[in-house]
């Protein structure tokens, strides 16, 4: 087993900080979703990026991946960071929330190791939306000249009931 360095304890503090600002800066795409209840991942989330090239003659890009279970742990940390800045105490939650923390966290990640082949976009301010739940595995249709990265995490609510919670980043 690894040992964490003060660096990396370091390192993981400032980017679930990091994570939580700009997740809480893009919440006011899942702010109508908000709920009194709690989620938690059900499952592994996915993330997916879908890039087509200006040039109308070049092949479209696919990435796709399963958050690491490592980072499991990270996730939590910066979705709890992200509630506390939103507000929502114990009993409100938004089923998008770990999704859209996700994918935040790829945008930051993306400008300091170029994550998902992010990193020529995570300067930029995406436009945010939902996917909603019978959509998620769907094609992203992508326009010419831009790039979707589609985060999917499953939640579960304090009822039982479970969700496939989508969020797709634009630019």
Do not use: C
């Not at 399963?66 to 979705?79: H, K």
């Not at 009993?91 to 992010?118: H, W």
């Not at 595995?137 to 009931?161: C, F, M, Y």
């Amino acid at each position: 087993m690894d040992v964490a360095t003060v660096e990396d304890i370091e390192l993981a503090d400032r980017l679930a900080d990091e994570t939580a600002r700009l997740a809480t800066r893009l919440a006011f795409a899942i702010e109508p979703h908000e709920v009194r209840d709690r989620f938690a991942l059900a499952a592994a989330p996915i993330a997916v990026v879908f890039e087509r090239p200006q040039d109308p003659d070049a092949m479209p890009v696919h990435r796709s991946g399963r958050l690491d279970p490592e980072l499991l742990p990270f996730l939590v940390d910066a979705t709890g960071r992200a509630r506390h800045r939103l507000g929502y105490g114990e009993e409100r939650d938004n089923p998008y929330l770990i999704a859209l923390v996700l994918a935040a966290f790829y945008l930051i990640e993306a400008a300091r190791s170029d994550a998902l082949g992010l990193r020529h976009r995570a300067a930029e301010t995406p436009r945010v939306s939902i996917v909603p739940p019978a959509a998620v595995s769907k094609d992203i249709q992508v326009r010419t000249g831009s790039t979707t990265l589609r985060v999917v995490a499953p939640v579960e609510g304090g009822d039982g009931l479970e969700l496939a919670a989508g969020i797709d980043l634009s630019w």
